[in-house]
């Protein structure tokens, strides 16, 4: 062993890169795997709720505890992540008295600041909320941005002397004489940034200890190395509304059941979720009636969702985990507590340990865990900072409103840009170059484009998880092919095609779920500016073609119950 333990990681998703940055802030050395980009697997399917605890408080009170301690800890740390939205619980006439008071007293008991509050005050801080809903308890929810936040803190992790290995895939641990060694690597594009196009190769990766990071894929890795990890994936589906209709996030006060919860995401809003095991985390039905579940159910909170268009319906996997004597039938029962899996101790085999479970909003707590545990295997004791020392980007963001006047950029986009930079606007929006908008629903600029090219190379998906481009309203209509062009000049038209390319295919897989309504009359004329006008389906130059087929997905809401369609597992879909 080097003087310094190297600790591999494989995982990039909100666990793997809070492990990632804890590990190198205690002055370990560590290489973190990622099969596709940061975000790839469930933290960027997920609904982008900052829990206060309050959905926890009276099933499940230690998640609920550690997600208000974490919720403190964020709003100080990742202050460029987070909105304080404030969340309420909300009582609809049917919904029983006695669990409202069994959901209060759970708040009290979990320190978690709750008040009640009347339907019309409830009215008065949300208009659009049901006429029926008679009382609501107030908690501080919020609403988090998970690109950003483990952007930051794989960035972190980097300035720590990290290595951050995006689209490398573990195809297999090495295990030798009973011990986890290491990993072997194989990488989609070559090792560090990514260049489409590039050829990539296979790596072994030796390591003193490795983390098992993979969330809902963990069972997969464990098998690498004949082990059990006993994960169950369970299934959420989320649909996004174009606009915000409440700027709270607004949960039903009900014991538990399907489509409960809105949470109001940046320029959108985010209608969820349901609950479902599936046997495989890449391979489950995306169904419509699901998506108009969402509809129909979250407009008795809130009416004129019944009418409003929605932009794309997503899915994700919850990575949950029970000890196995317990034994839950139903998936909503099982804890949404973490779990550290030390191999050495649970199977004999020294090396590695796996972490599962857990929620986003407790990531930098099961990291401070995972990473106590490491240190204990090395006889090392370093302190964890990550409670108190910010994420780039959140260090000093009192400065928002003086950069909102400062770049030359007009009021919404220079508001829009500063708040996704943070404290970092300056050094990234100071340009003497023109500094037109690339994307104007979610108003990003070509220096916040050039930036994002700089940190993650020619992936215009990684660029689009970094600075929202291609989110909003048209869904990348406006902008992908702009977004494309400012590659040109850093990369060859290769890839620069390929990198559009991919980055279409990304946005269209979501709208298969929104055709009906104006996003139908969006999506045709996405279709026909990129398919005709540009000629993205059938180019003739290299043969590729984008598949456009999601016209033929299903006829739209209202007529979709058969409409099954299987994912593609692909890329991270967010919003
Ligand atoms: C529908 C839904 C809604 C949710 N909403 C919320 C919410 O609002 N708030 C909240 O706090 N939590 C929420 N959660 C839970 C939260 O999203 C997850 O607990 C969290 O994101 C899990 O992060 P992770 O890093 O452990 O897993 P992941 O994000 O899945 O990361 C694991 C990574 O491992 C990678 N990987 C897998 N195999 C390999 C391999 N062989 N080689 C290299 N890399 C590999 C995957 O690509 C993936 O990126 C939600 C979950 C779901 C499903």
Same mark, same amino acid.
């Given at each position: 062993m080097a003087s310094v333990p190297h600790i591999a990681v494989i995982g990039g998703g909100s666990t793997g890169a809070g492990i990632a940055r804890d590990l190198s802030m205690r002055g370990l050395d560590v290489t973190l795997v990622e099969q #596709?980009?940061?975000?790839? #697997?469930t933290t960027g399917r997920m609904h982008g709720l900052l829990h206060s605890g309050g959905r926890y408080a009276v099933s499940d009170q230690k998640s609920a505890e550690e997600c208000i301690e974490e919720n403190r800890v964020l709003r100080d740390i990742a202050a460029h992540c987070v909105e304080m939205t404030g969340g309420l619980f909300v009582k609809r006439p049917e919904d029983t008295e006695e669990y409202f008071e069994e959901k209060l007293r759970g708040c009290e008991t979990c320190g978690i600041p709750a008040e009640v509050v009347s339907g019309e005050e409830a009215r008065a801080m949300?208009?659009?909320?049901?006429?029926?809903?008679?009382r609501a308890i107030s908690v501080p929810d919020g609403a988090v941005d998970p690109f950003r936040l483990v952007v930051a803190n794989a960035a972190s992790a980097s300035e720590h002397g990290a290595r951050i290995e995006t689209h490398?895939?573990?195809t297999d641990l090495l295990v030798e004489d009973g011990e986890v060694v290491g990993l072997e690597v194989e990488h989609a594009s070559g090792a560090g940034k990514r260049v489409h196009g590039t050829e990539g190769g296979t790596e072994e990766i030796r390591a003193d200890y490795v983390v098992n990071a993979t969330g809902a894929w963990a069972g997969r890795i464990g098998d690498m190395a004949g082990l059990d990890v006993e994960v169950r994936p369970s299934k959420g589906v989320m649909t996004i509304m174009n606009?915000?209709?409440?700027?709270t996030v607004i949960n039903r006060c009900r014991p538990k059941g399907d489509a409960d919860i809105i949470v109001p995401h940046e320029t959108t809003c985010i209608l969820g979720t349901t609950d479902e095991e599936v046997e495989d985390p890449e391979d489950y039905p995306e169904e419509g009636w699901e998506v108009d579940m969402m509809l129909d159910t979250l407009s008795e909170l809130v009416p004129m969702l019944a009418e409003a268009r929605t932009i794309r319906s997503f899915w994700g996997v919850r990575p949950l985990y029970e000890p196995p004597d317990v034994g839950s039938e139903d998936p909503t029962d099982i804890t949404r507590d973490y779990f550290l899996l030390d191999h050495e101790e649970r199977d004999s085999l020294p090396g590695m340990t796996s972490i599962v479970g857990g929620k986003f909003t407790t990531y930098r707590m099961m990291g401070e865990e995972i990473s106590d545990h490491v240190c204990g295997k090395f006889g090392i004791d370093a302190d964890c900072r990550t409670a108190e020392v910010p994420l780039p980007g959140s260090?000093?963001?009192?400065?928002l409103r003086d950069y909102?006047?400062?770049?030359?950029?007009r009021s919404p986009i220079g508001r829009r840009s500063v708040e996704r930079l943070g404290s970092r606007a300056e050094e990234v929006l100071q340009t003497n170059g023109p500094n037109p908008t690339v994307c104007a629903c979610e108003g990003v600029t070509r220096a916040e484009i050039h930036d994002a090219i700089d940190g993650s190379g020619s992936d215009l998906n990684a660029v689009r998880i970094r600075t929202r481009a291609s989110m909003g309203n048209c869904q990348g209509g406006f902008c992908v092919h702009r977004m494309a062009s400012e590659l040109h000049g850093r990369y060859d038209e290769s890839v620069t095609r390929q990198a559009w390319d991919e980055l279409l295919q990304e946005r269209w897989k979501g709208q298969i779920h929104a055709l009906w309504g104006e996003q139908l009359s969006q999506a045709m004329l996405n279709y026909a500016l990129h398919a005709t006008t540009q000629n993205r389906d059938h180019d003739p130059a290299d043969g590729g073609s984008v598949d456009f087929t999601a016209f033929d997905g299903g006829p739209g809401r209202g007529d979709r119950s058969e409409a099954g369609v299987a994912t593609d597992g692909g890329t991270a879909d967010g919003d």
């Open positions: #596709g980009n940061l975000t790839h #697997g949300e208009p659009h909320l049901a006429k029926d809903v008679d490398s895939t573990v606009t915000r209709q409440v700027d260090e000093d963001f009192s400065v909102m006047d400062e770049f030359g950029l």
